[in-house]
Every structure is written in structure tokens, then in C-alpha cells.
């Protein structure tokens, strides 16, 4: 069959993540659903400084900006490992 993929072929490692939501989205979702979803939030992660800016430059404003850069890390890092078992 010309259009199956080689068994054991998978996605690079920088790639492992974005792999991962869609394997996790198309459990549930169709691929194309679950493809336009990670676009979107591609999308909006790369918009986020933009859309963000607090009102004043206090130390509680810059930790919660901290932390949600904390945990995008994070969940960055589990969606690669996901990504890595599942591949």
C-alpha cells in the first residue's frame, strides 16, 4: 500500500508534543477538528504577550506571569514524553 506509513516511523522530537494533542484530540475529535484546535491554540500561545500586558509592572503581576510561563513549560515538557510513549 503506497499511502501507509513505515511501521516505527514517527515525528522528530521537536514535534513530539504538537503529536501528542493530536493523538489525545482524535480519540474523541476528528483529525481535522483536532488539528484546527492545535492551530488555534498555536496561534494564541504566540499571541499571548500581545493580549497580555498588566496595568502595572507590580512583583504579583510579574509571578502570575511567571507561573503560567511555568506551567506552559510544564505541560510542554509532559505532552513531549506523552508524545515519545505513544510514537
Do not use: H, K
Amino acid at each position: 500500500d503506497p499511502f501507509a506509513t513505515v511501521p516505527g516511523v514517527g515525528p522528530p522530537w521537536y514535534l513530539l508534543a504538537p503529536f501528542a494533542i493530536l493523538e489525545l484530540g482524535s480519540a474523541f475529535l476528528p483529525r481535522w477538528i483536532a488539528g484546527t484546535f492545535l492551530f488555534a491554540l498555536t496561534m494564541a500561545v504566540l499571541a499571548l504577550p500581545f493580549w497580555y500586558r498588566p496595568r502595572s509592572e507590580t512583583v504579583r503581576d510579574r509571578n502570575v506571569s511567571f507561573i503560567l510561563g511555568a506551567l506552559g513549560v510544564i505541560l510542554w515538557l509532559a505532552l513531549t514524553w506523552y508524545g515519545a510513549q505513544v510514537r
